[in-house]
């Protein structure tokens, strides 16, 4: 689905410079339209209350059907498509725009010649800084330099945005002035609509962004960490936090619960000790040296294991602390699941509420590695899909285990969910 979207996006975008060529009708006004429109969807479908919106479109329509469930639901999870062909295509043709204010008379393209030096500087600067993030960006850089990428996507993308608007209102207003009715062309103008409605979608999640003290650290264990945080969050959503409100990790939902003494909503998150932050993390709980404060973001967007609400019966992998967002759905919908549980010394490591959890469900598998080893996952997933009768696979584990359970169940034609990795 992520390649599907690729292609869907770039015949869209080959299609009009097609037509452009064909007519005769590029011009900076065409290109400036067309640029900033694939900017505009490639920052839409990262806002956190449109992906609420897909996710749970994208079940509705699975729950009215039979067949096609997983594209739909698919079809949301890798998003990150559209996401990523439509910035290339926006840097595209913002190329395209600064080839024409080059004037190149060769250019059988170039149909308008700007000679103005404010916007020239404003276009290279503006492609120069899309360049570094799309090199950023490129898989095998992202995941070596992720710090890097998370910084240069964060702070170089706000840069863009911000002399996007300063080049396109000075070139609007430019055009508007020599209009009959300047301000009525201002404000119907589609590129400056759209600029309006990308810096709202940028700056909402981070409207919603809070800094508390009231939250809990407790480590059940040696590698686990649980963080309790007010607030309330649907079943199969996932959470932002921070430590400086800088560097941001995203954590499923474990479970949510109502404290008597504060009358107050919590929302609980099982995190393991997976990487650097937060093994550190841990290490200085396990000290006694908890943050003073936490930075977390109110809006809770949902996660590829929200599309278990599109199937009437699933089975589960998870491996280790991968458990923690499938508790909510075993509270919520247990009837649904069949679970298998790959970990080592599940009651010790996280504690007697959740082994008790997992531990009274008819349908959950529990696999210590301690005691016999580690089982073949993907087989694992095939024999229980085999005996629940089940429609899906989600599978909530490492990379390396997560890919094999996917490539597995659907080379045998089952529906496979699992994270993509995709930052």
């Given at each position: 689905m992520?390649?599907?979207?690729?292609?869907?996006?770039?015949?869209?975008?080959?299609?009009?410079l097609?037509?452009?060529?064909q007519t005769?009708?590029?011009?900076d006004?065409?290109?400036?339209?067309?640029?900033v429109?694939?900017?505009?969807?490639?920052v839409?479908v990262?806002n956190e209350?449109?992906?609420h919106?897909?996710?749970?479109?994208?079940?509705?329509?699975?729950?009215?059907?039979?067949?096609?469930?997983?594209?739909f639901?698919s079809?949301v999870?890798?998003?990150?498509?559209?996401?990523?062909?439509?910035a290339?295509?926006?840097l595209?043709?913002?190329?395209?725009?600064?080839w024409?204010?080059?004037g190149?008379p060769?250019d059988?393209l170039?149909?308008?010649?700007s000679?103005d030096?404010?916007?020239?500087?404003?276009?290279?600067?503006?492609?120069?800084?899309l360049?570094i993030i799309?090199?950023?960006?490129?898989p095998?850089?992202r995941?070596?330099?992720?710090?890097?990428f998370e910084?240069?996507h964060?702070?170089?993308?706000?840069?863009?945005?911000?002399?996007?608007?300063?080049?396109?209102?000075?070139?609007?207003?430019?055009?508007?002035?020599?209009?009959?009715?300047?301000l009525?062309?201002?404000l119907t103008?589609?590129v400056?609509l759209?600029?309006?409605?990308?810096i709202?979608?940028?700056?909402l999640?981070w409207?919603?962004?809070?800094c508390?003290?009231?939250?809990?650290m407790?480590?059940?264990?040696?590698?686990?960490?649980?963080?309790?945080i007010p607030g309330k969050?649907?079943?199969?959503?996932f959470?932002?936090?921070?430590?400086?409100?800088?560097?941001?990790?995203?954590?499923?939902?474990?479970?949510?619960?109502?404290?008597q003494?504060?009358?107050?909503s919590?929302?609980?998150?099982?995190?393991g000790a997976?990487?650097d932050w937060t093994?550190?993390?841990?290490?200085q709980?396990?000290?006694?040296?908890l943050?003073k404060q936490?930075w977390?973001?109110?809006?809770?967007?949902?996660?590829?294991m929200?599309?278990?609400?599109?199937?009437?019966r699933?089975?589960?992998?998870?491996t280790?602390?991968?458990?923690?967002?499938?508790?909510p759905?075993?509270r919520?919908?247990?009837?649904?699941?069949c679970i298998?549980w790959?970990?080592?010394?599940?009651?010790?490591?996280?504690?007697?509420e959740?082994?008790?959890?997992?531990?009274?469900?008819?349908?959950?598998?529990?696999?210590?590695?301690?005691?016999h080893?580690?089982?073949?996952?993907?087989?694992l997933?095939?024999?229980?899909?085999?005996?629940?009768?089940?429609q899906a696979v989600?599978?909530?584990?490492?990379?390396a285990?997560t890919?094999k359970?996917?490539?597995?169940?659907l080379g045998?034609?089952?529906?496979?969910?699992g994270?993509?990795w995709?930052?």
């Amino acid at each position: 689905m992520h390649i599907f979207w690729w292609v869907l996006v770039s015949l869209v975008n080959v299609l009009l410079l097609i037509d452009f060529y064909q007519t005769i009708h590029l011009t900076d006004v065409s290109t400036a339209i067309v640029s900033v429109s694939n900017v505009l969807v490639a920052v839409l479908v990262r806002n956190e209350l449109i992906l609420h919106l897909l996710y749970r479109l994208a079940v509705w329509i699975s729950v009215k059907i039979i067949r096609g469930k997983y594209y739909f639901n698919s079809g949301v999870h890798h998003i990150g498509g559209v996401h990523a062909s439509c910035a290339i295509w926006g840097l595209l043709w913002l190329i395209i725009n600064e080839w024409q204010q080059l004037g190149n008379p060769s250019d059988l393209l170039s149909t308008s010649v700007s000679s103005d030096p404010i916007s020239i500087a404003l276009s290279s600067i503006l492609l120069t800084l899309l360049v570094i993030i799309v090199l950023t960006a490129i898989p095998p850089l992202r995941h070596k330099f992720h710090d890097t990428f998370e910084i240069s996507h964060r702070y170089l993308g706000w840069s863009c945005l911000g002399i996007l608007v300063l080049h396109q209102i000075r070139f609007q207003f430019t055009i508007a002035l020599n209009q009959a009715y300047p301000l009525e062309t201002l404000l119907t103008n589609p590129v400056l609509l759209m600029l309006v409605l990308m810096i709202f979608s940028v700056a909402l999640p981070w409207m919603s962004v809070e800094c508390i003290s009231n939250f809990r650290m407790d480590c059940p264990s040696e590698g686990v960490l649980v963080i309790t945080i007010p607030g309330k969050a649907d079943v199969g959503t996932f959470t932002r936090i921070s430590l400086d409100g800088i560097e941001w990790h995203s954590f499923s939902v474990a479970g949510t619960s109502f404290n008597q003494q504060t009358s107050e909503s919590e929302i609980h998150l099982i995190i393991g000790a997976t990487g650097d932050w937060t093994q550190n993390l841990i290490r200085q709980v396990k000290k006694g040296n908890l943050p003073k404060q936490l930075w977390v973001r109110r809006v809770k967007p949902p996660g590829f294991m929200f599309s278990i609400n599109a199937y009437s019966r699933v089975v589960v992998i998870a491996t280790g602390a991968g458990i923690a967002p499938v508790l909510p759905h075993v509270r919520k919908n247990g009837d649904k699941l069949c679970i298998i549980w790959v970990g080592n010394n599940h009651k010790q490591t996280y504690g007697e509420e959740i082994w008790s959890l997992l531990n009274s469900h008819s349908r959950c598998n529990i696999f210590d590695t301690g005691v016999h080893g580690r089982p073949n996952v993907e087989q694992l997933a095939i024999q229980a899909v085999r005996d629940f009768r089940a429609q899906a696979v989600f599978c909530v584990s490492n990379k390396a285990v997560t890919e094999k359970v996917i490539k597995t169940c659907l080379g045998k034609g089952i529906p496979a969910y699992g994270a993509t990795w995709d930052s």
